[in-house]
């Protein structure tokens, strides 16, 4: 204790600025997001924590989907009750996917090998993470107006429409922008 006036100037001095910036943005985005979901049912700021799809920030915009945005989806009931039973995302939780085919592709699946307008894009796997088996959609469709095909090709492991099959545009919340991602 007799050394204690010495470790003031020993010690370096944390400065409390370099602390704030980042609490900050943090109490922010929290405040940001509280208040998209204030004024409207939908937010418009989404965090999406899931590795089915990049991780990160995304902003909820207008306009049509199309091939190839992100999406926020409520997977049909039977879908939301598989996935929360097998504990891949709690009920009621939507999806982050990205449309992989529209209404006038072709989407078949053959040995488990998804392919779009005859081109080879996914592959579905057998079993889950926990060895579980998995439910595989089977099948070859022309996709009607309404229709979407959910696919995040470079994740294998992802929930989507090849176990599921296409989703009804009733099922779509919004298209998404991403705003920060990892």
Known sequence: MRYRHLSRHLMPRKDVRHGIGPGLLGVLGIGLIGLSTAYNRIPWLIWNASP??????????SGAPQKGDFVLVRPPKPVSALASSRHY????????KRIAAI?????????RVILINGHAVARQLERDSFGRKMRLWQGCRLLQDGEYFLL???VPASFDSRYFGPV??????GRLVPLWVN
């Not at 995302?89 to 982050?96: G, K, Q, S, Y």
């Not at 009804?168 to 919340?173: A, E, V």
């Open 52 to 61: 089915s799809a990049p991780v990160g920030l995304y902003r909820m915009v």
């Open 89 to 96: 995302i709690p009920a009621n939780v939507p999806l982050v």
């Open 103 to 111: 209404a006038g592709d072709h989407v078949c699946v053959a040995r």
């Open 152 to 154: 995040m090709a470079e």
């Open 168 to 173: 009804r545009s009733k099922n779509l919340i």
